[in-house]
């Protein structure tokens, strides 16, 4: 008993004891790990050098040359014009499977037991795939044995096989052999229609990005005109409290609000420098790059009144329910679901195929020949006929549950379609009253500055009133350009929604908002 309790004890510690052992060997590896990859971590640099290229000279950025350069170096834009590059490199595959293809194949052995010798077996296959599903190949081979050792002949002999075979049923027919080549042919089109909708978008995007670029330009501009004023406005309130005029504690005020005006001036400037360095990133340059935004073309737009909206909103719901790239390839993909419906009911067929063989072997000969005895012929008829095509019933029926999803789709896509039209229009006319309501606060803004001022002059209103009066110019002023910029974008995005945005032929948006707006 003392035996058995002591051996219990024993196992007990010693188990302990290893479990200890094992945790401190754990901890012990793995801090050495990570003592020795943190040391490498330290010392690891990039092995390729990276040097910022000084560049002395600025260049001046337009729309147009941002539209262009966006095109050529944005790598969002190069990942889109690869993935079309990816998709047709689908289809020459699918291409290539019906085109003869020729392979020479073979092998060579040596071998030594009493005999020294060297074997070897060349083919030259030709295969091709035929419109009606089947296959024709083609063997051309040759059979060669040679001795090394002792006084046997060399040997040759050639062989020449041709094979068909054909489903009769499943499988069978143009359109079941076809359909992954049309597939492939088609996937092609709508990855270049996708790819036609995203040079649009793009060119959008790249547009608004410039124009809010310019319009963080023109509100920085603005905050530094109005910080100028307003410390003009503080130092003629100086001089007339020096006077005895007005009290110190209005000039504290005027100062005050001329601090928070340069405060307002450095942060529209720092937002305008931080953006056009990401808008740099965007076009594919280093933020160091020397760049300047310049558009005396696109600046006149925030100089001269907006064109009116004079739209027939009808005749650009029928254009875009004709010419929509994506609501054509939402028709298509009816017509891919259907075939996939023909292709799902062939699978319910038995599967019944031909197969015919040619075959001629020639006689071993101590020479190179291509002697061929008389052909051998073999016709036979390959079955599989299930008891139950429970799978393929299933598979039908998918295919007939696709085929109502992807109509219904389309149905749905018309609708869609025709409402972001109307709403693109509804949102166009708002920034267009908008733009009304700011332009005639602005003119408000501006008589109510130059009322409030000749009052102060008077005696009749307080230095808060003009200071008042001030900002809300200030604020109006910005509301006008942002108005104006709105409207441009939301035009520009309603002749994408109908399909009436035009690129050229390296697809790209000419830039020429000054065009489009003659056209409203």
């Not at 209005?250 to 990401?278: G, H, K």
């Not at 933020?287 to 600046?299: M, Y």
């Not at 790209?508 to 056209?519: A, S, V, Y």
């Amino acid at each position: 008993m003392r035996i058995k309790t002591f051996i219990i004890l024993f196992c007990i510690l010693f188990t302990s004891c290893s479990l200890k052992n094992y945790e401190k060997q754990v901890d012990k590896e793995v801090h050495e790990i990570i003592k020795a990859k943190t040391e490498k971590v330290k010392e690891t640099k990039i092995p390729v050098k990276i040097s910022e290229d000084i560049q002395k000279e600025t260049y001046i950025l337009t729309l147009k040359s941002a539209l262009i350069l966006s095109a050529e170096k944005n790598r969002d834009y190069q990942v889109a014009k690869e993935n079309v590059y990816l998709s047709v490199l689908d289809l020459t595959y699918q291409r290539y499977l019906f085109q003869p293809r020729v392979t020479f194949s073979g092998n060579i052995n040596w071998s030594k037991n009493s005999d020294e010798k060297i074997s070897s077996n060349l083919n030259l296959n030709l295969i091709k795939t035929l419109s009606t599903a089947g296959q024709i190949s083609l063997n051309i081979g040759e059979a060669i044995l040679k001795y090394l050792t002792g006084d046997k002949e060399e040997a040759f002999q050639s062989i020449l096989s041709l094979n068909l075979f054909q489903p009769l049923f499943k499988g069978a027919g143009r359109k079941i052999a076809l359909e992954n080549l049309i597939q492939s042919e088609r996937n092609v089109v709508y990855q270049i229609r996708d790819f036609l909708r995203y040079q649009k978008s793009f060119s959008i995007d790249i547009t608004k990005d410039y124009l809010n670029l310019l319009l963080y330009k023109k509100r920085m501009e603005n905050y530094y005109a109005n910080y100028i004023n307003l410390k003009t406005t503080r130092e003629r309130i100086e001089m007339l409290s020096e006077a005895g005029r007005i009290a110190p504690f209005q000039v504290d005020q005027a100062r005050q609000n001329e601090y928070n005006a340069y405060q307002r001036w450095i942060d529209a400037q720092n937002l305008y420098f931080s953006s056009l360095d990401s808008f740099k990133i965007k076009l594919g340059f280093s933020p160091s790059f020397n760049l300047v935004l310049e558009d005396k073309e696109i600046e006149t737009l925030f100089e001269k009144p907006l064109p009116e909206i004079k739209l027939d909103i009808t005749k650009y719901i029928d254009y875009a329910l004709q010419n929509r790239l994506d609501l054509i390839t939402e028709y298509e993909k009816v017509e891919d679901s259907q075939r996939k419906v023909e292709i799902a009911l062939n699978n319910l067929k038995n599967e019944i195929d031909l197969n015919v063989s040619i075959k001629s072997t020639g006689d071993v000969k101590a020479n190179p020949n291509i002697d061929l005895n008389k052909p051998e012929y073999d016709v036979g008829i390959d079955f599989n006929i299930p008891f139950s095509k429970l799978p393929q019933r299933n598979e039908y029926k998918r295919a007939l549950i696709q085929y109502e999803r992807t109509k219904r789709n389309f149905d749905k896509k018309i609708d869609i379609v025709k409402k972001e039209i109307i709403d693109s229009y509804r949102n166009l006319q708002e920034s267009y009253q908008s733009y009304n309501i700011q332009l005639t606060s602005l003119k408000l803004a501006e008589k109510r500055v130059e009322s409030t001022d000749l009052l102060l002059q008077a005696g009749r209103a307080t230095i808060r009133d003009l200071l008042e009066a001030q900002e809300a110019y200030l604020a109006a002023k910005n509301n006008v350009i942002n108005s104006i910029a709105s409207f441009i974008l939301e035009y520009l995005n309603f002749l994408y929604i109908t399909e009436k945005l035009e690129l050229d032929e390296k697809g790209i948006w000419k830039g020429d908002i000054n065009e489009i707006l003659q056209n409203i």
